[in-house]
């Protein structure tokens, strides 16, 4: 009796997902700066809108800039670090503060006249409304009847 042994790697798959969604909607663009933050964003689809949420804890709506440029839509923003004196004692510092920016190329239908910016409790909800797709509709077409002329030899 001859044995085969399959080797499964699920990190494998994982990371072939995590590529596969990477170059449907855009990688996380990974800051050169490490002051420069990567923006995690969901990107769902719901009623025929497409949805793009983004966490942007401590960021005032006001000062978050979001365009759509040749069909890519850029959210860029920055946290402020607040000040300290020179008397400030630091003991632990995990909050990440500066610029970030993340792009996402969007599909093609799309109504980019009808986008709207939601913002609520830090996260940002971007919903590009598609574009109805035409239903084929019938065409009748008429059948005209042309006569033969009569044959004068006959």
Known sequence: ??????????????????????????????????????LPIDVVEQEGTLKIRAAVPGIDPNELEIQI??????????????????????????????????SVR??????????????????VTISLPRIPEEKPKAIKINIRSIEEPANPEN
């Open 1 to 38: 009796m001859m044995r085969t042994l399959v080797n499964m790697n699920p990190s494998h798959e994982v990371r072939t997902m995590e590529e596969i969604f990477d170059q449907l909607f855009g990688a996380p663009i990974r800051p050169a700066n490490p002051q420069v933050g990567v």
């Open 69 to 102: 440029e040749k069909n890519v839509l850029t959210i860029r923003g920055e946290v402020k670090h607040e000040a300290e004196n020179s008397e400030t004692k630091v003991y632990r510092r995990e909050v990440s503060y500066g610029a970030f920016s993340r």
């Open 106 to 123: 969007l599909p093609e239908n799309l109504d980019l006249n009808n986008v709207q910016a939601d913002f609520k409790n830090g996260i």
